[in-house]
């Protein structure tokens, strides 16, 4: 209520007091609207950075940061499992698993290379334990390729060692790769040529868990396969297998899978 001229001085205290809140309650809604204006603004910024990092949960498991390739020499070889993106399923060391990721692995640094979906190349810091690539060219034939860490060890920890399931059942057959490099630098010459070199050695992951060397000798084999050796005997000497290549050793182990 107004009473203009009013020289009361309750009066006039009353009309101080009205409008004291009057502001008061102006400046209120101002600054709750800032404050709404501000919350979506965030929501809006959140919702953008969730758009670049894609709609896969694993854009966000992953906790990857940017790849900035820094390459002051020449390749020769590759350091990659393989070189291209590649669809895969991934499997964390929880457990968790991605489907439909594209992946590569490199194999000398351990650096497990993912491509966001806006394009940007990124590096996994979440452990993984498995990378399973389902549909994959291989010479004249479309396969599978299923890469593994053994025991506690994520296969994208430094120095881990990464092995392809060749392989499953009771006795699995794994090969192991590694890549390792030389750095060459001819006389007189300023650039440098990194050579990178794959190798590539076969092991038995025994049921239980513990990781052994393949050996190819007749000998070694039904030593391995000993609770099933009369049967496994009776399939070498059927079969005339010698058992001196990593190929006659895999057909006994498939063997002796069948009958557990």
Not at 7 to 23: A, E, H, K, M, N
Not at 101 to 115: A, F, G
Not at 170 to 198: E, G, M, P, W
Request: contains cysteine.
């Amino acid at each position: 209520m107004h009473y203009p001229g009013t020289r009361d001085p309750g009066v006039s205290f009353y009309i101080r007091v009205q409008r004291l809140f009057t502001r008061l309650n102006h400046s209120c809604m101002h600054t709750r609207t800032l404050l709404q204006l501000l919350l979506l603004s965030i929501a809006c910024s959140t919702q953008a950075q969730l758009s670049d990092l894609g709609s896969n949960p694993f854009m966000a498991d992953a906790t990857g940061r940017p790849l900035y390739l820094q390459t002051n020499y020449r390749s020769e070889g590759s350091p990659y499992y393989y070189d291209a993106y590649l669809p895969a399923t991934v499997t964390a060391l929880t457990g968790k698993v991605y489907t439909n990721i594209r992946v590569k692995l490199n194999v000398q640094t351990n650096e497990l290379l993912y491509m966001a979906d806006n394009g940007a190349e990124m590096i996994a810091a979440m452990p993984v334990r498995r990378i399973h690539f389902g549909s994959v060219a291989d010479k004249e034939a479309t396969t599978t390729k299923v890469l593994e860490s053994v025991g506690t060890e994520p296969l994208n920890a430094p120095n881990a060692a990464i092995y392809e399931v060749a392989d499953t059942g009771r006795i699995a057959v794994l090969k192991q790769i590694k890549v390792t490099y030389t750095d060459d630098k001819a006389f007189n010459q300023a650039s440098v040529v990194r050579i990178f070199k794959r190798k590539e050695t076969w092991h038995l992951r025994l049921a239980n868990g513990q990781v052994a060397r393949l050996e190819t000798s007749k000998e070694a084999v039904l030593t391995l396969l000993a609770d099933q050796q009369a049967a496994v005997t009776a399939y070498i000497d059927q079969e005339k297998l010698k058992c001196r290549t990593v190929d006659d050793v895999r057909k006994v182990i498939r063997y002796y899978n069948t009958l557990h």
